[in-house]
């Protein structure tokens, strides 16, 4: 299994509500990643998990906050959020953090905040 | 099913040299192609993007050539550097703005 799933595909949710977003791989990877992209603009980076370790948060906003139950899976869990947060929420991974080979992505949820 | 497919996990190439990554999709509703470059320790960078109206786009050292009727498209780095050094992931999306990524090639630029 050479893949990262995300579910769901799409979230439309309202600015009260409490979501949670998953991410899950079975390669064996140690290093996770959560990523938020607009529209045709790169991704931008937000967390990192190593061994199951908050490794980096790049200044994200409390609203959005990550856990790592075990090695296999990522969760963002979605409170208070702004229409701004409307983007495409990309989870990622690789063998171990930073390596110098491929990063793997998930094909992303699709989050709508009304 | 892979949509975006970079078939070499890594390629050397001599300094001064020209560096040609390649990159195949499946989805002929992409209409949207990115490459993105990254270093270790860091994430992923964009560095050059190409429509689907236009078959070339160059942007200093760095050219994206795309042939919609192979469903292909390439990276050409001229001359390589040793700051090059790198993996390249391509990418490509569609109507929805989801980015579909390859799963990179690594490229060594040798002194």
């Known amino acids: 299994d050479t893949e990262v799933t995300q579910t769901p595909k799409h979230l439309v949710m309202g600015m009260t509500n409490k979501k949670s977003l998953k991410c899950e791989q079975h390669?064996?990877?140690?290093?996770m990643y959560w990523y938020k992209q607009k529209a045709k603009k790169p991704p931008e980076l937000m967390f990192v998990?190593?061994?199951?370790?908050?490794?980096i948060n790049e200044s994200v906003p409390s609203r959005f906050s990550p856990e790592c139950p075990n090695s296999s899976l990522l969760n963002l869990h979605l409170h208070a959020l702004q229409p701004e947060d409307s983007a495409l929420y990309l989870c990622?991974?690789?063998?171990?953090?930073?390596?110098?080979?491929?990063?793997?992505f998930g094909p992303g949820t699709r989050l709508t905040v009304l | 099913d892979q949509q975006v497919k970079q078939n070499s996990p890594s390629l050397s190439v001599q300094e001064g040299r020209i560096s040609i990554l390649n990159c195949d999709y499946t989805?002929?509703?992409?209409?949207?192609f990115l490459w993105y470059k990254k270093y270790p320790a860091e994430g992923p960078t964009f560095l050059i993007s190409i429509s689907s109206i236009k078959d070339k786009n160059e942007d200093g050292r760095f050219t994206v050539f795309l042939n919609k009727s192979a469903k292909h498209l390439s990276l050409h780095i001229v001359p390589s550097q040793p700051g090059d050094s790198a993996v390249y992931f391509c990418?490509?999306?569609?109507?929805?703005?989801?980015?579909?990524f390859g799963k990179g090639t690594r490229l060594h630029i040798l002194p």
């Open positions: 990418a490509a999306s569609g109507r929805d703005d989801k980015i579909i």
């Open positions: 998990y190593s061994y199951e370790k908050l490794s």
């Open positions: 989805n002929s509703m992409f209409d949207y």
């Open positions: 990622a991974s690789s063998q171990v953090l930073w390596t110098a080979d491929t990063q793997y």
């Open positions: 390669m064996g990877h140690r290093a």
